[in-house]
T-cell receptor, first 113, second 113 residues
Framework: EAQVTQNPRYLITVTGKKLTVTCSQNMNHEYMSWYRQDPGLGLRQIYYSMNVEVTDKGDVPEGYKVSRKEKRNFPLILESPSPNQTSLYFC????????????FGPGTRLTVT | KQEVTQIPAALSVPEGENLVLNCSFTDSAIYNLQWFRQDPGKGLTSLLLIQSSQREQTSGRLNASLDKSSGRSTLYIAASQPGDSATYLCAVSPRNAGNMLTFGGGTRLMVKP
């Protein structure tokens, strides 16, 4: 079954404690992306990756890092989380051959206190 | 910068009605347009993707149309059911970056039995 998985699904943490949200896909898609969703602001792109070792900033990259060492994985790293990073995070994948139709993971709800 | 608007923000209809959700965008130089469904607290499910060269796409009771010149898309839902209750999001990608989605704010649909 084609899947995009995210872990953890829910996380409550404290300001400044480094965390990683993992994203994994089994569809061999070259494109992966991270979004955050906030009430009133909608979905905004954080970072994206066109392929292994190729990453670039989206609209709201401040406070986040990513890496793409393998095609299937695209972790999102918060080195020093702050309360304004409390949000619902989504990973998405796509591929050029499919006109970049994007497939989303189930989401990670992060609360930073 | 591309802006995507969805009107209305919320819609409540009785079961069985045919309904139309609207999406407008400011820059007609798009690569594709995608409609998604999001259930509360859940991820996004891709419903339909329309490439820039296409005028419409159909899947079951759903039909999406695209008029690039006027910057509009509509999602038509036939014979609505309570299970259709969800938030519907449209997103467009630019011609030179088919992977980069800009989302509208969504239409929250409630179908009453």
């Amino acid at each position: 079954e084609a899947q995009v998985t995210q872990n953890p699904r829910y996380l409550i943490t404290v300001t400044g404690k480094k965390l990683t949200v993992t994203c994994s896909q089994n569809m061999n898609h070259e494109y992966m992306s991270w979004y955050r969703q906030d009430p009133g602001l909608g979905l905004r792109q954080i970072y994206y990756s066109m392929n292994v070792e190729v990453t670039d900033k989206g609209d709201v990259p401040e406070g986040y890092k990513v890496s793409r060492k393998e095609k299937r994985n695209f972790p999102l790293i918060l080195e020093s989380p702050s309360p304004n990073q409390t949000s619902l995070y989504f990973c998405a994948t796509g591929h050029r051959g499919g006109s970049y139709e994007q497939y989303f993971g189930p989401g990670t709800r992060l609360t930073v206190t | 910068k591309q802006e995507v608007t969805q009107i209305p923000a919320a819609l409540s209809v009785p079961e069985g009605e045919n309904l139309v959700l609207n999406c407008s965008f400011t820059d007609s130089a798009i690569y594709n347009l995608q409609w998604f469904r999001q259930d509360p607290g859940k991820g996004l499910t891709s419903l339909l993707l329309i490439q820039s060269s296409q005028r419409e796409q159909t899947s079951g009771r759903l039909n999406a149309s695209l008029d690039k010149s006027s910057g509009r898309s509509t999602l038509y839902i036939a014979a609505s059911q309570p299970g259709d209750s969800a938030t519907y999001l449209c997103a467009v990608s630019p011609r030179n970056a088919g992977n980069m989605l800009t989302f509208g704010g969504g239409t929250r649909l409630m179908v009453k039995p």
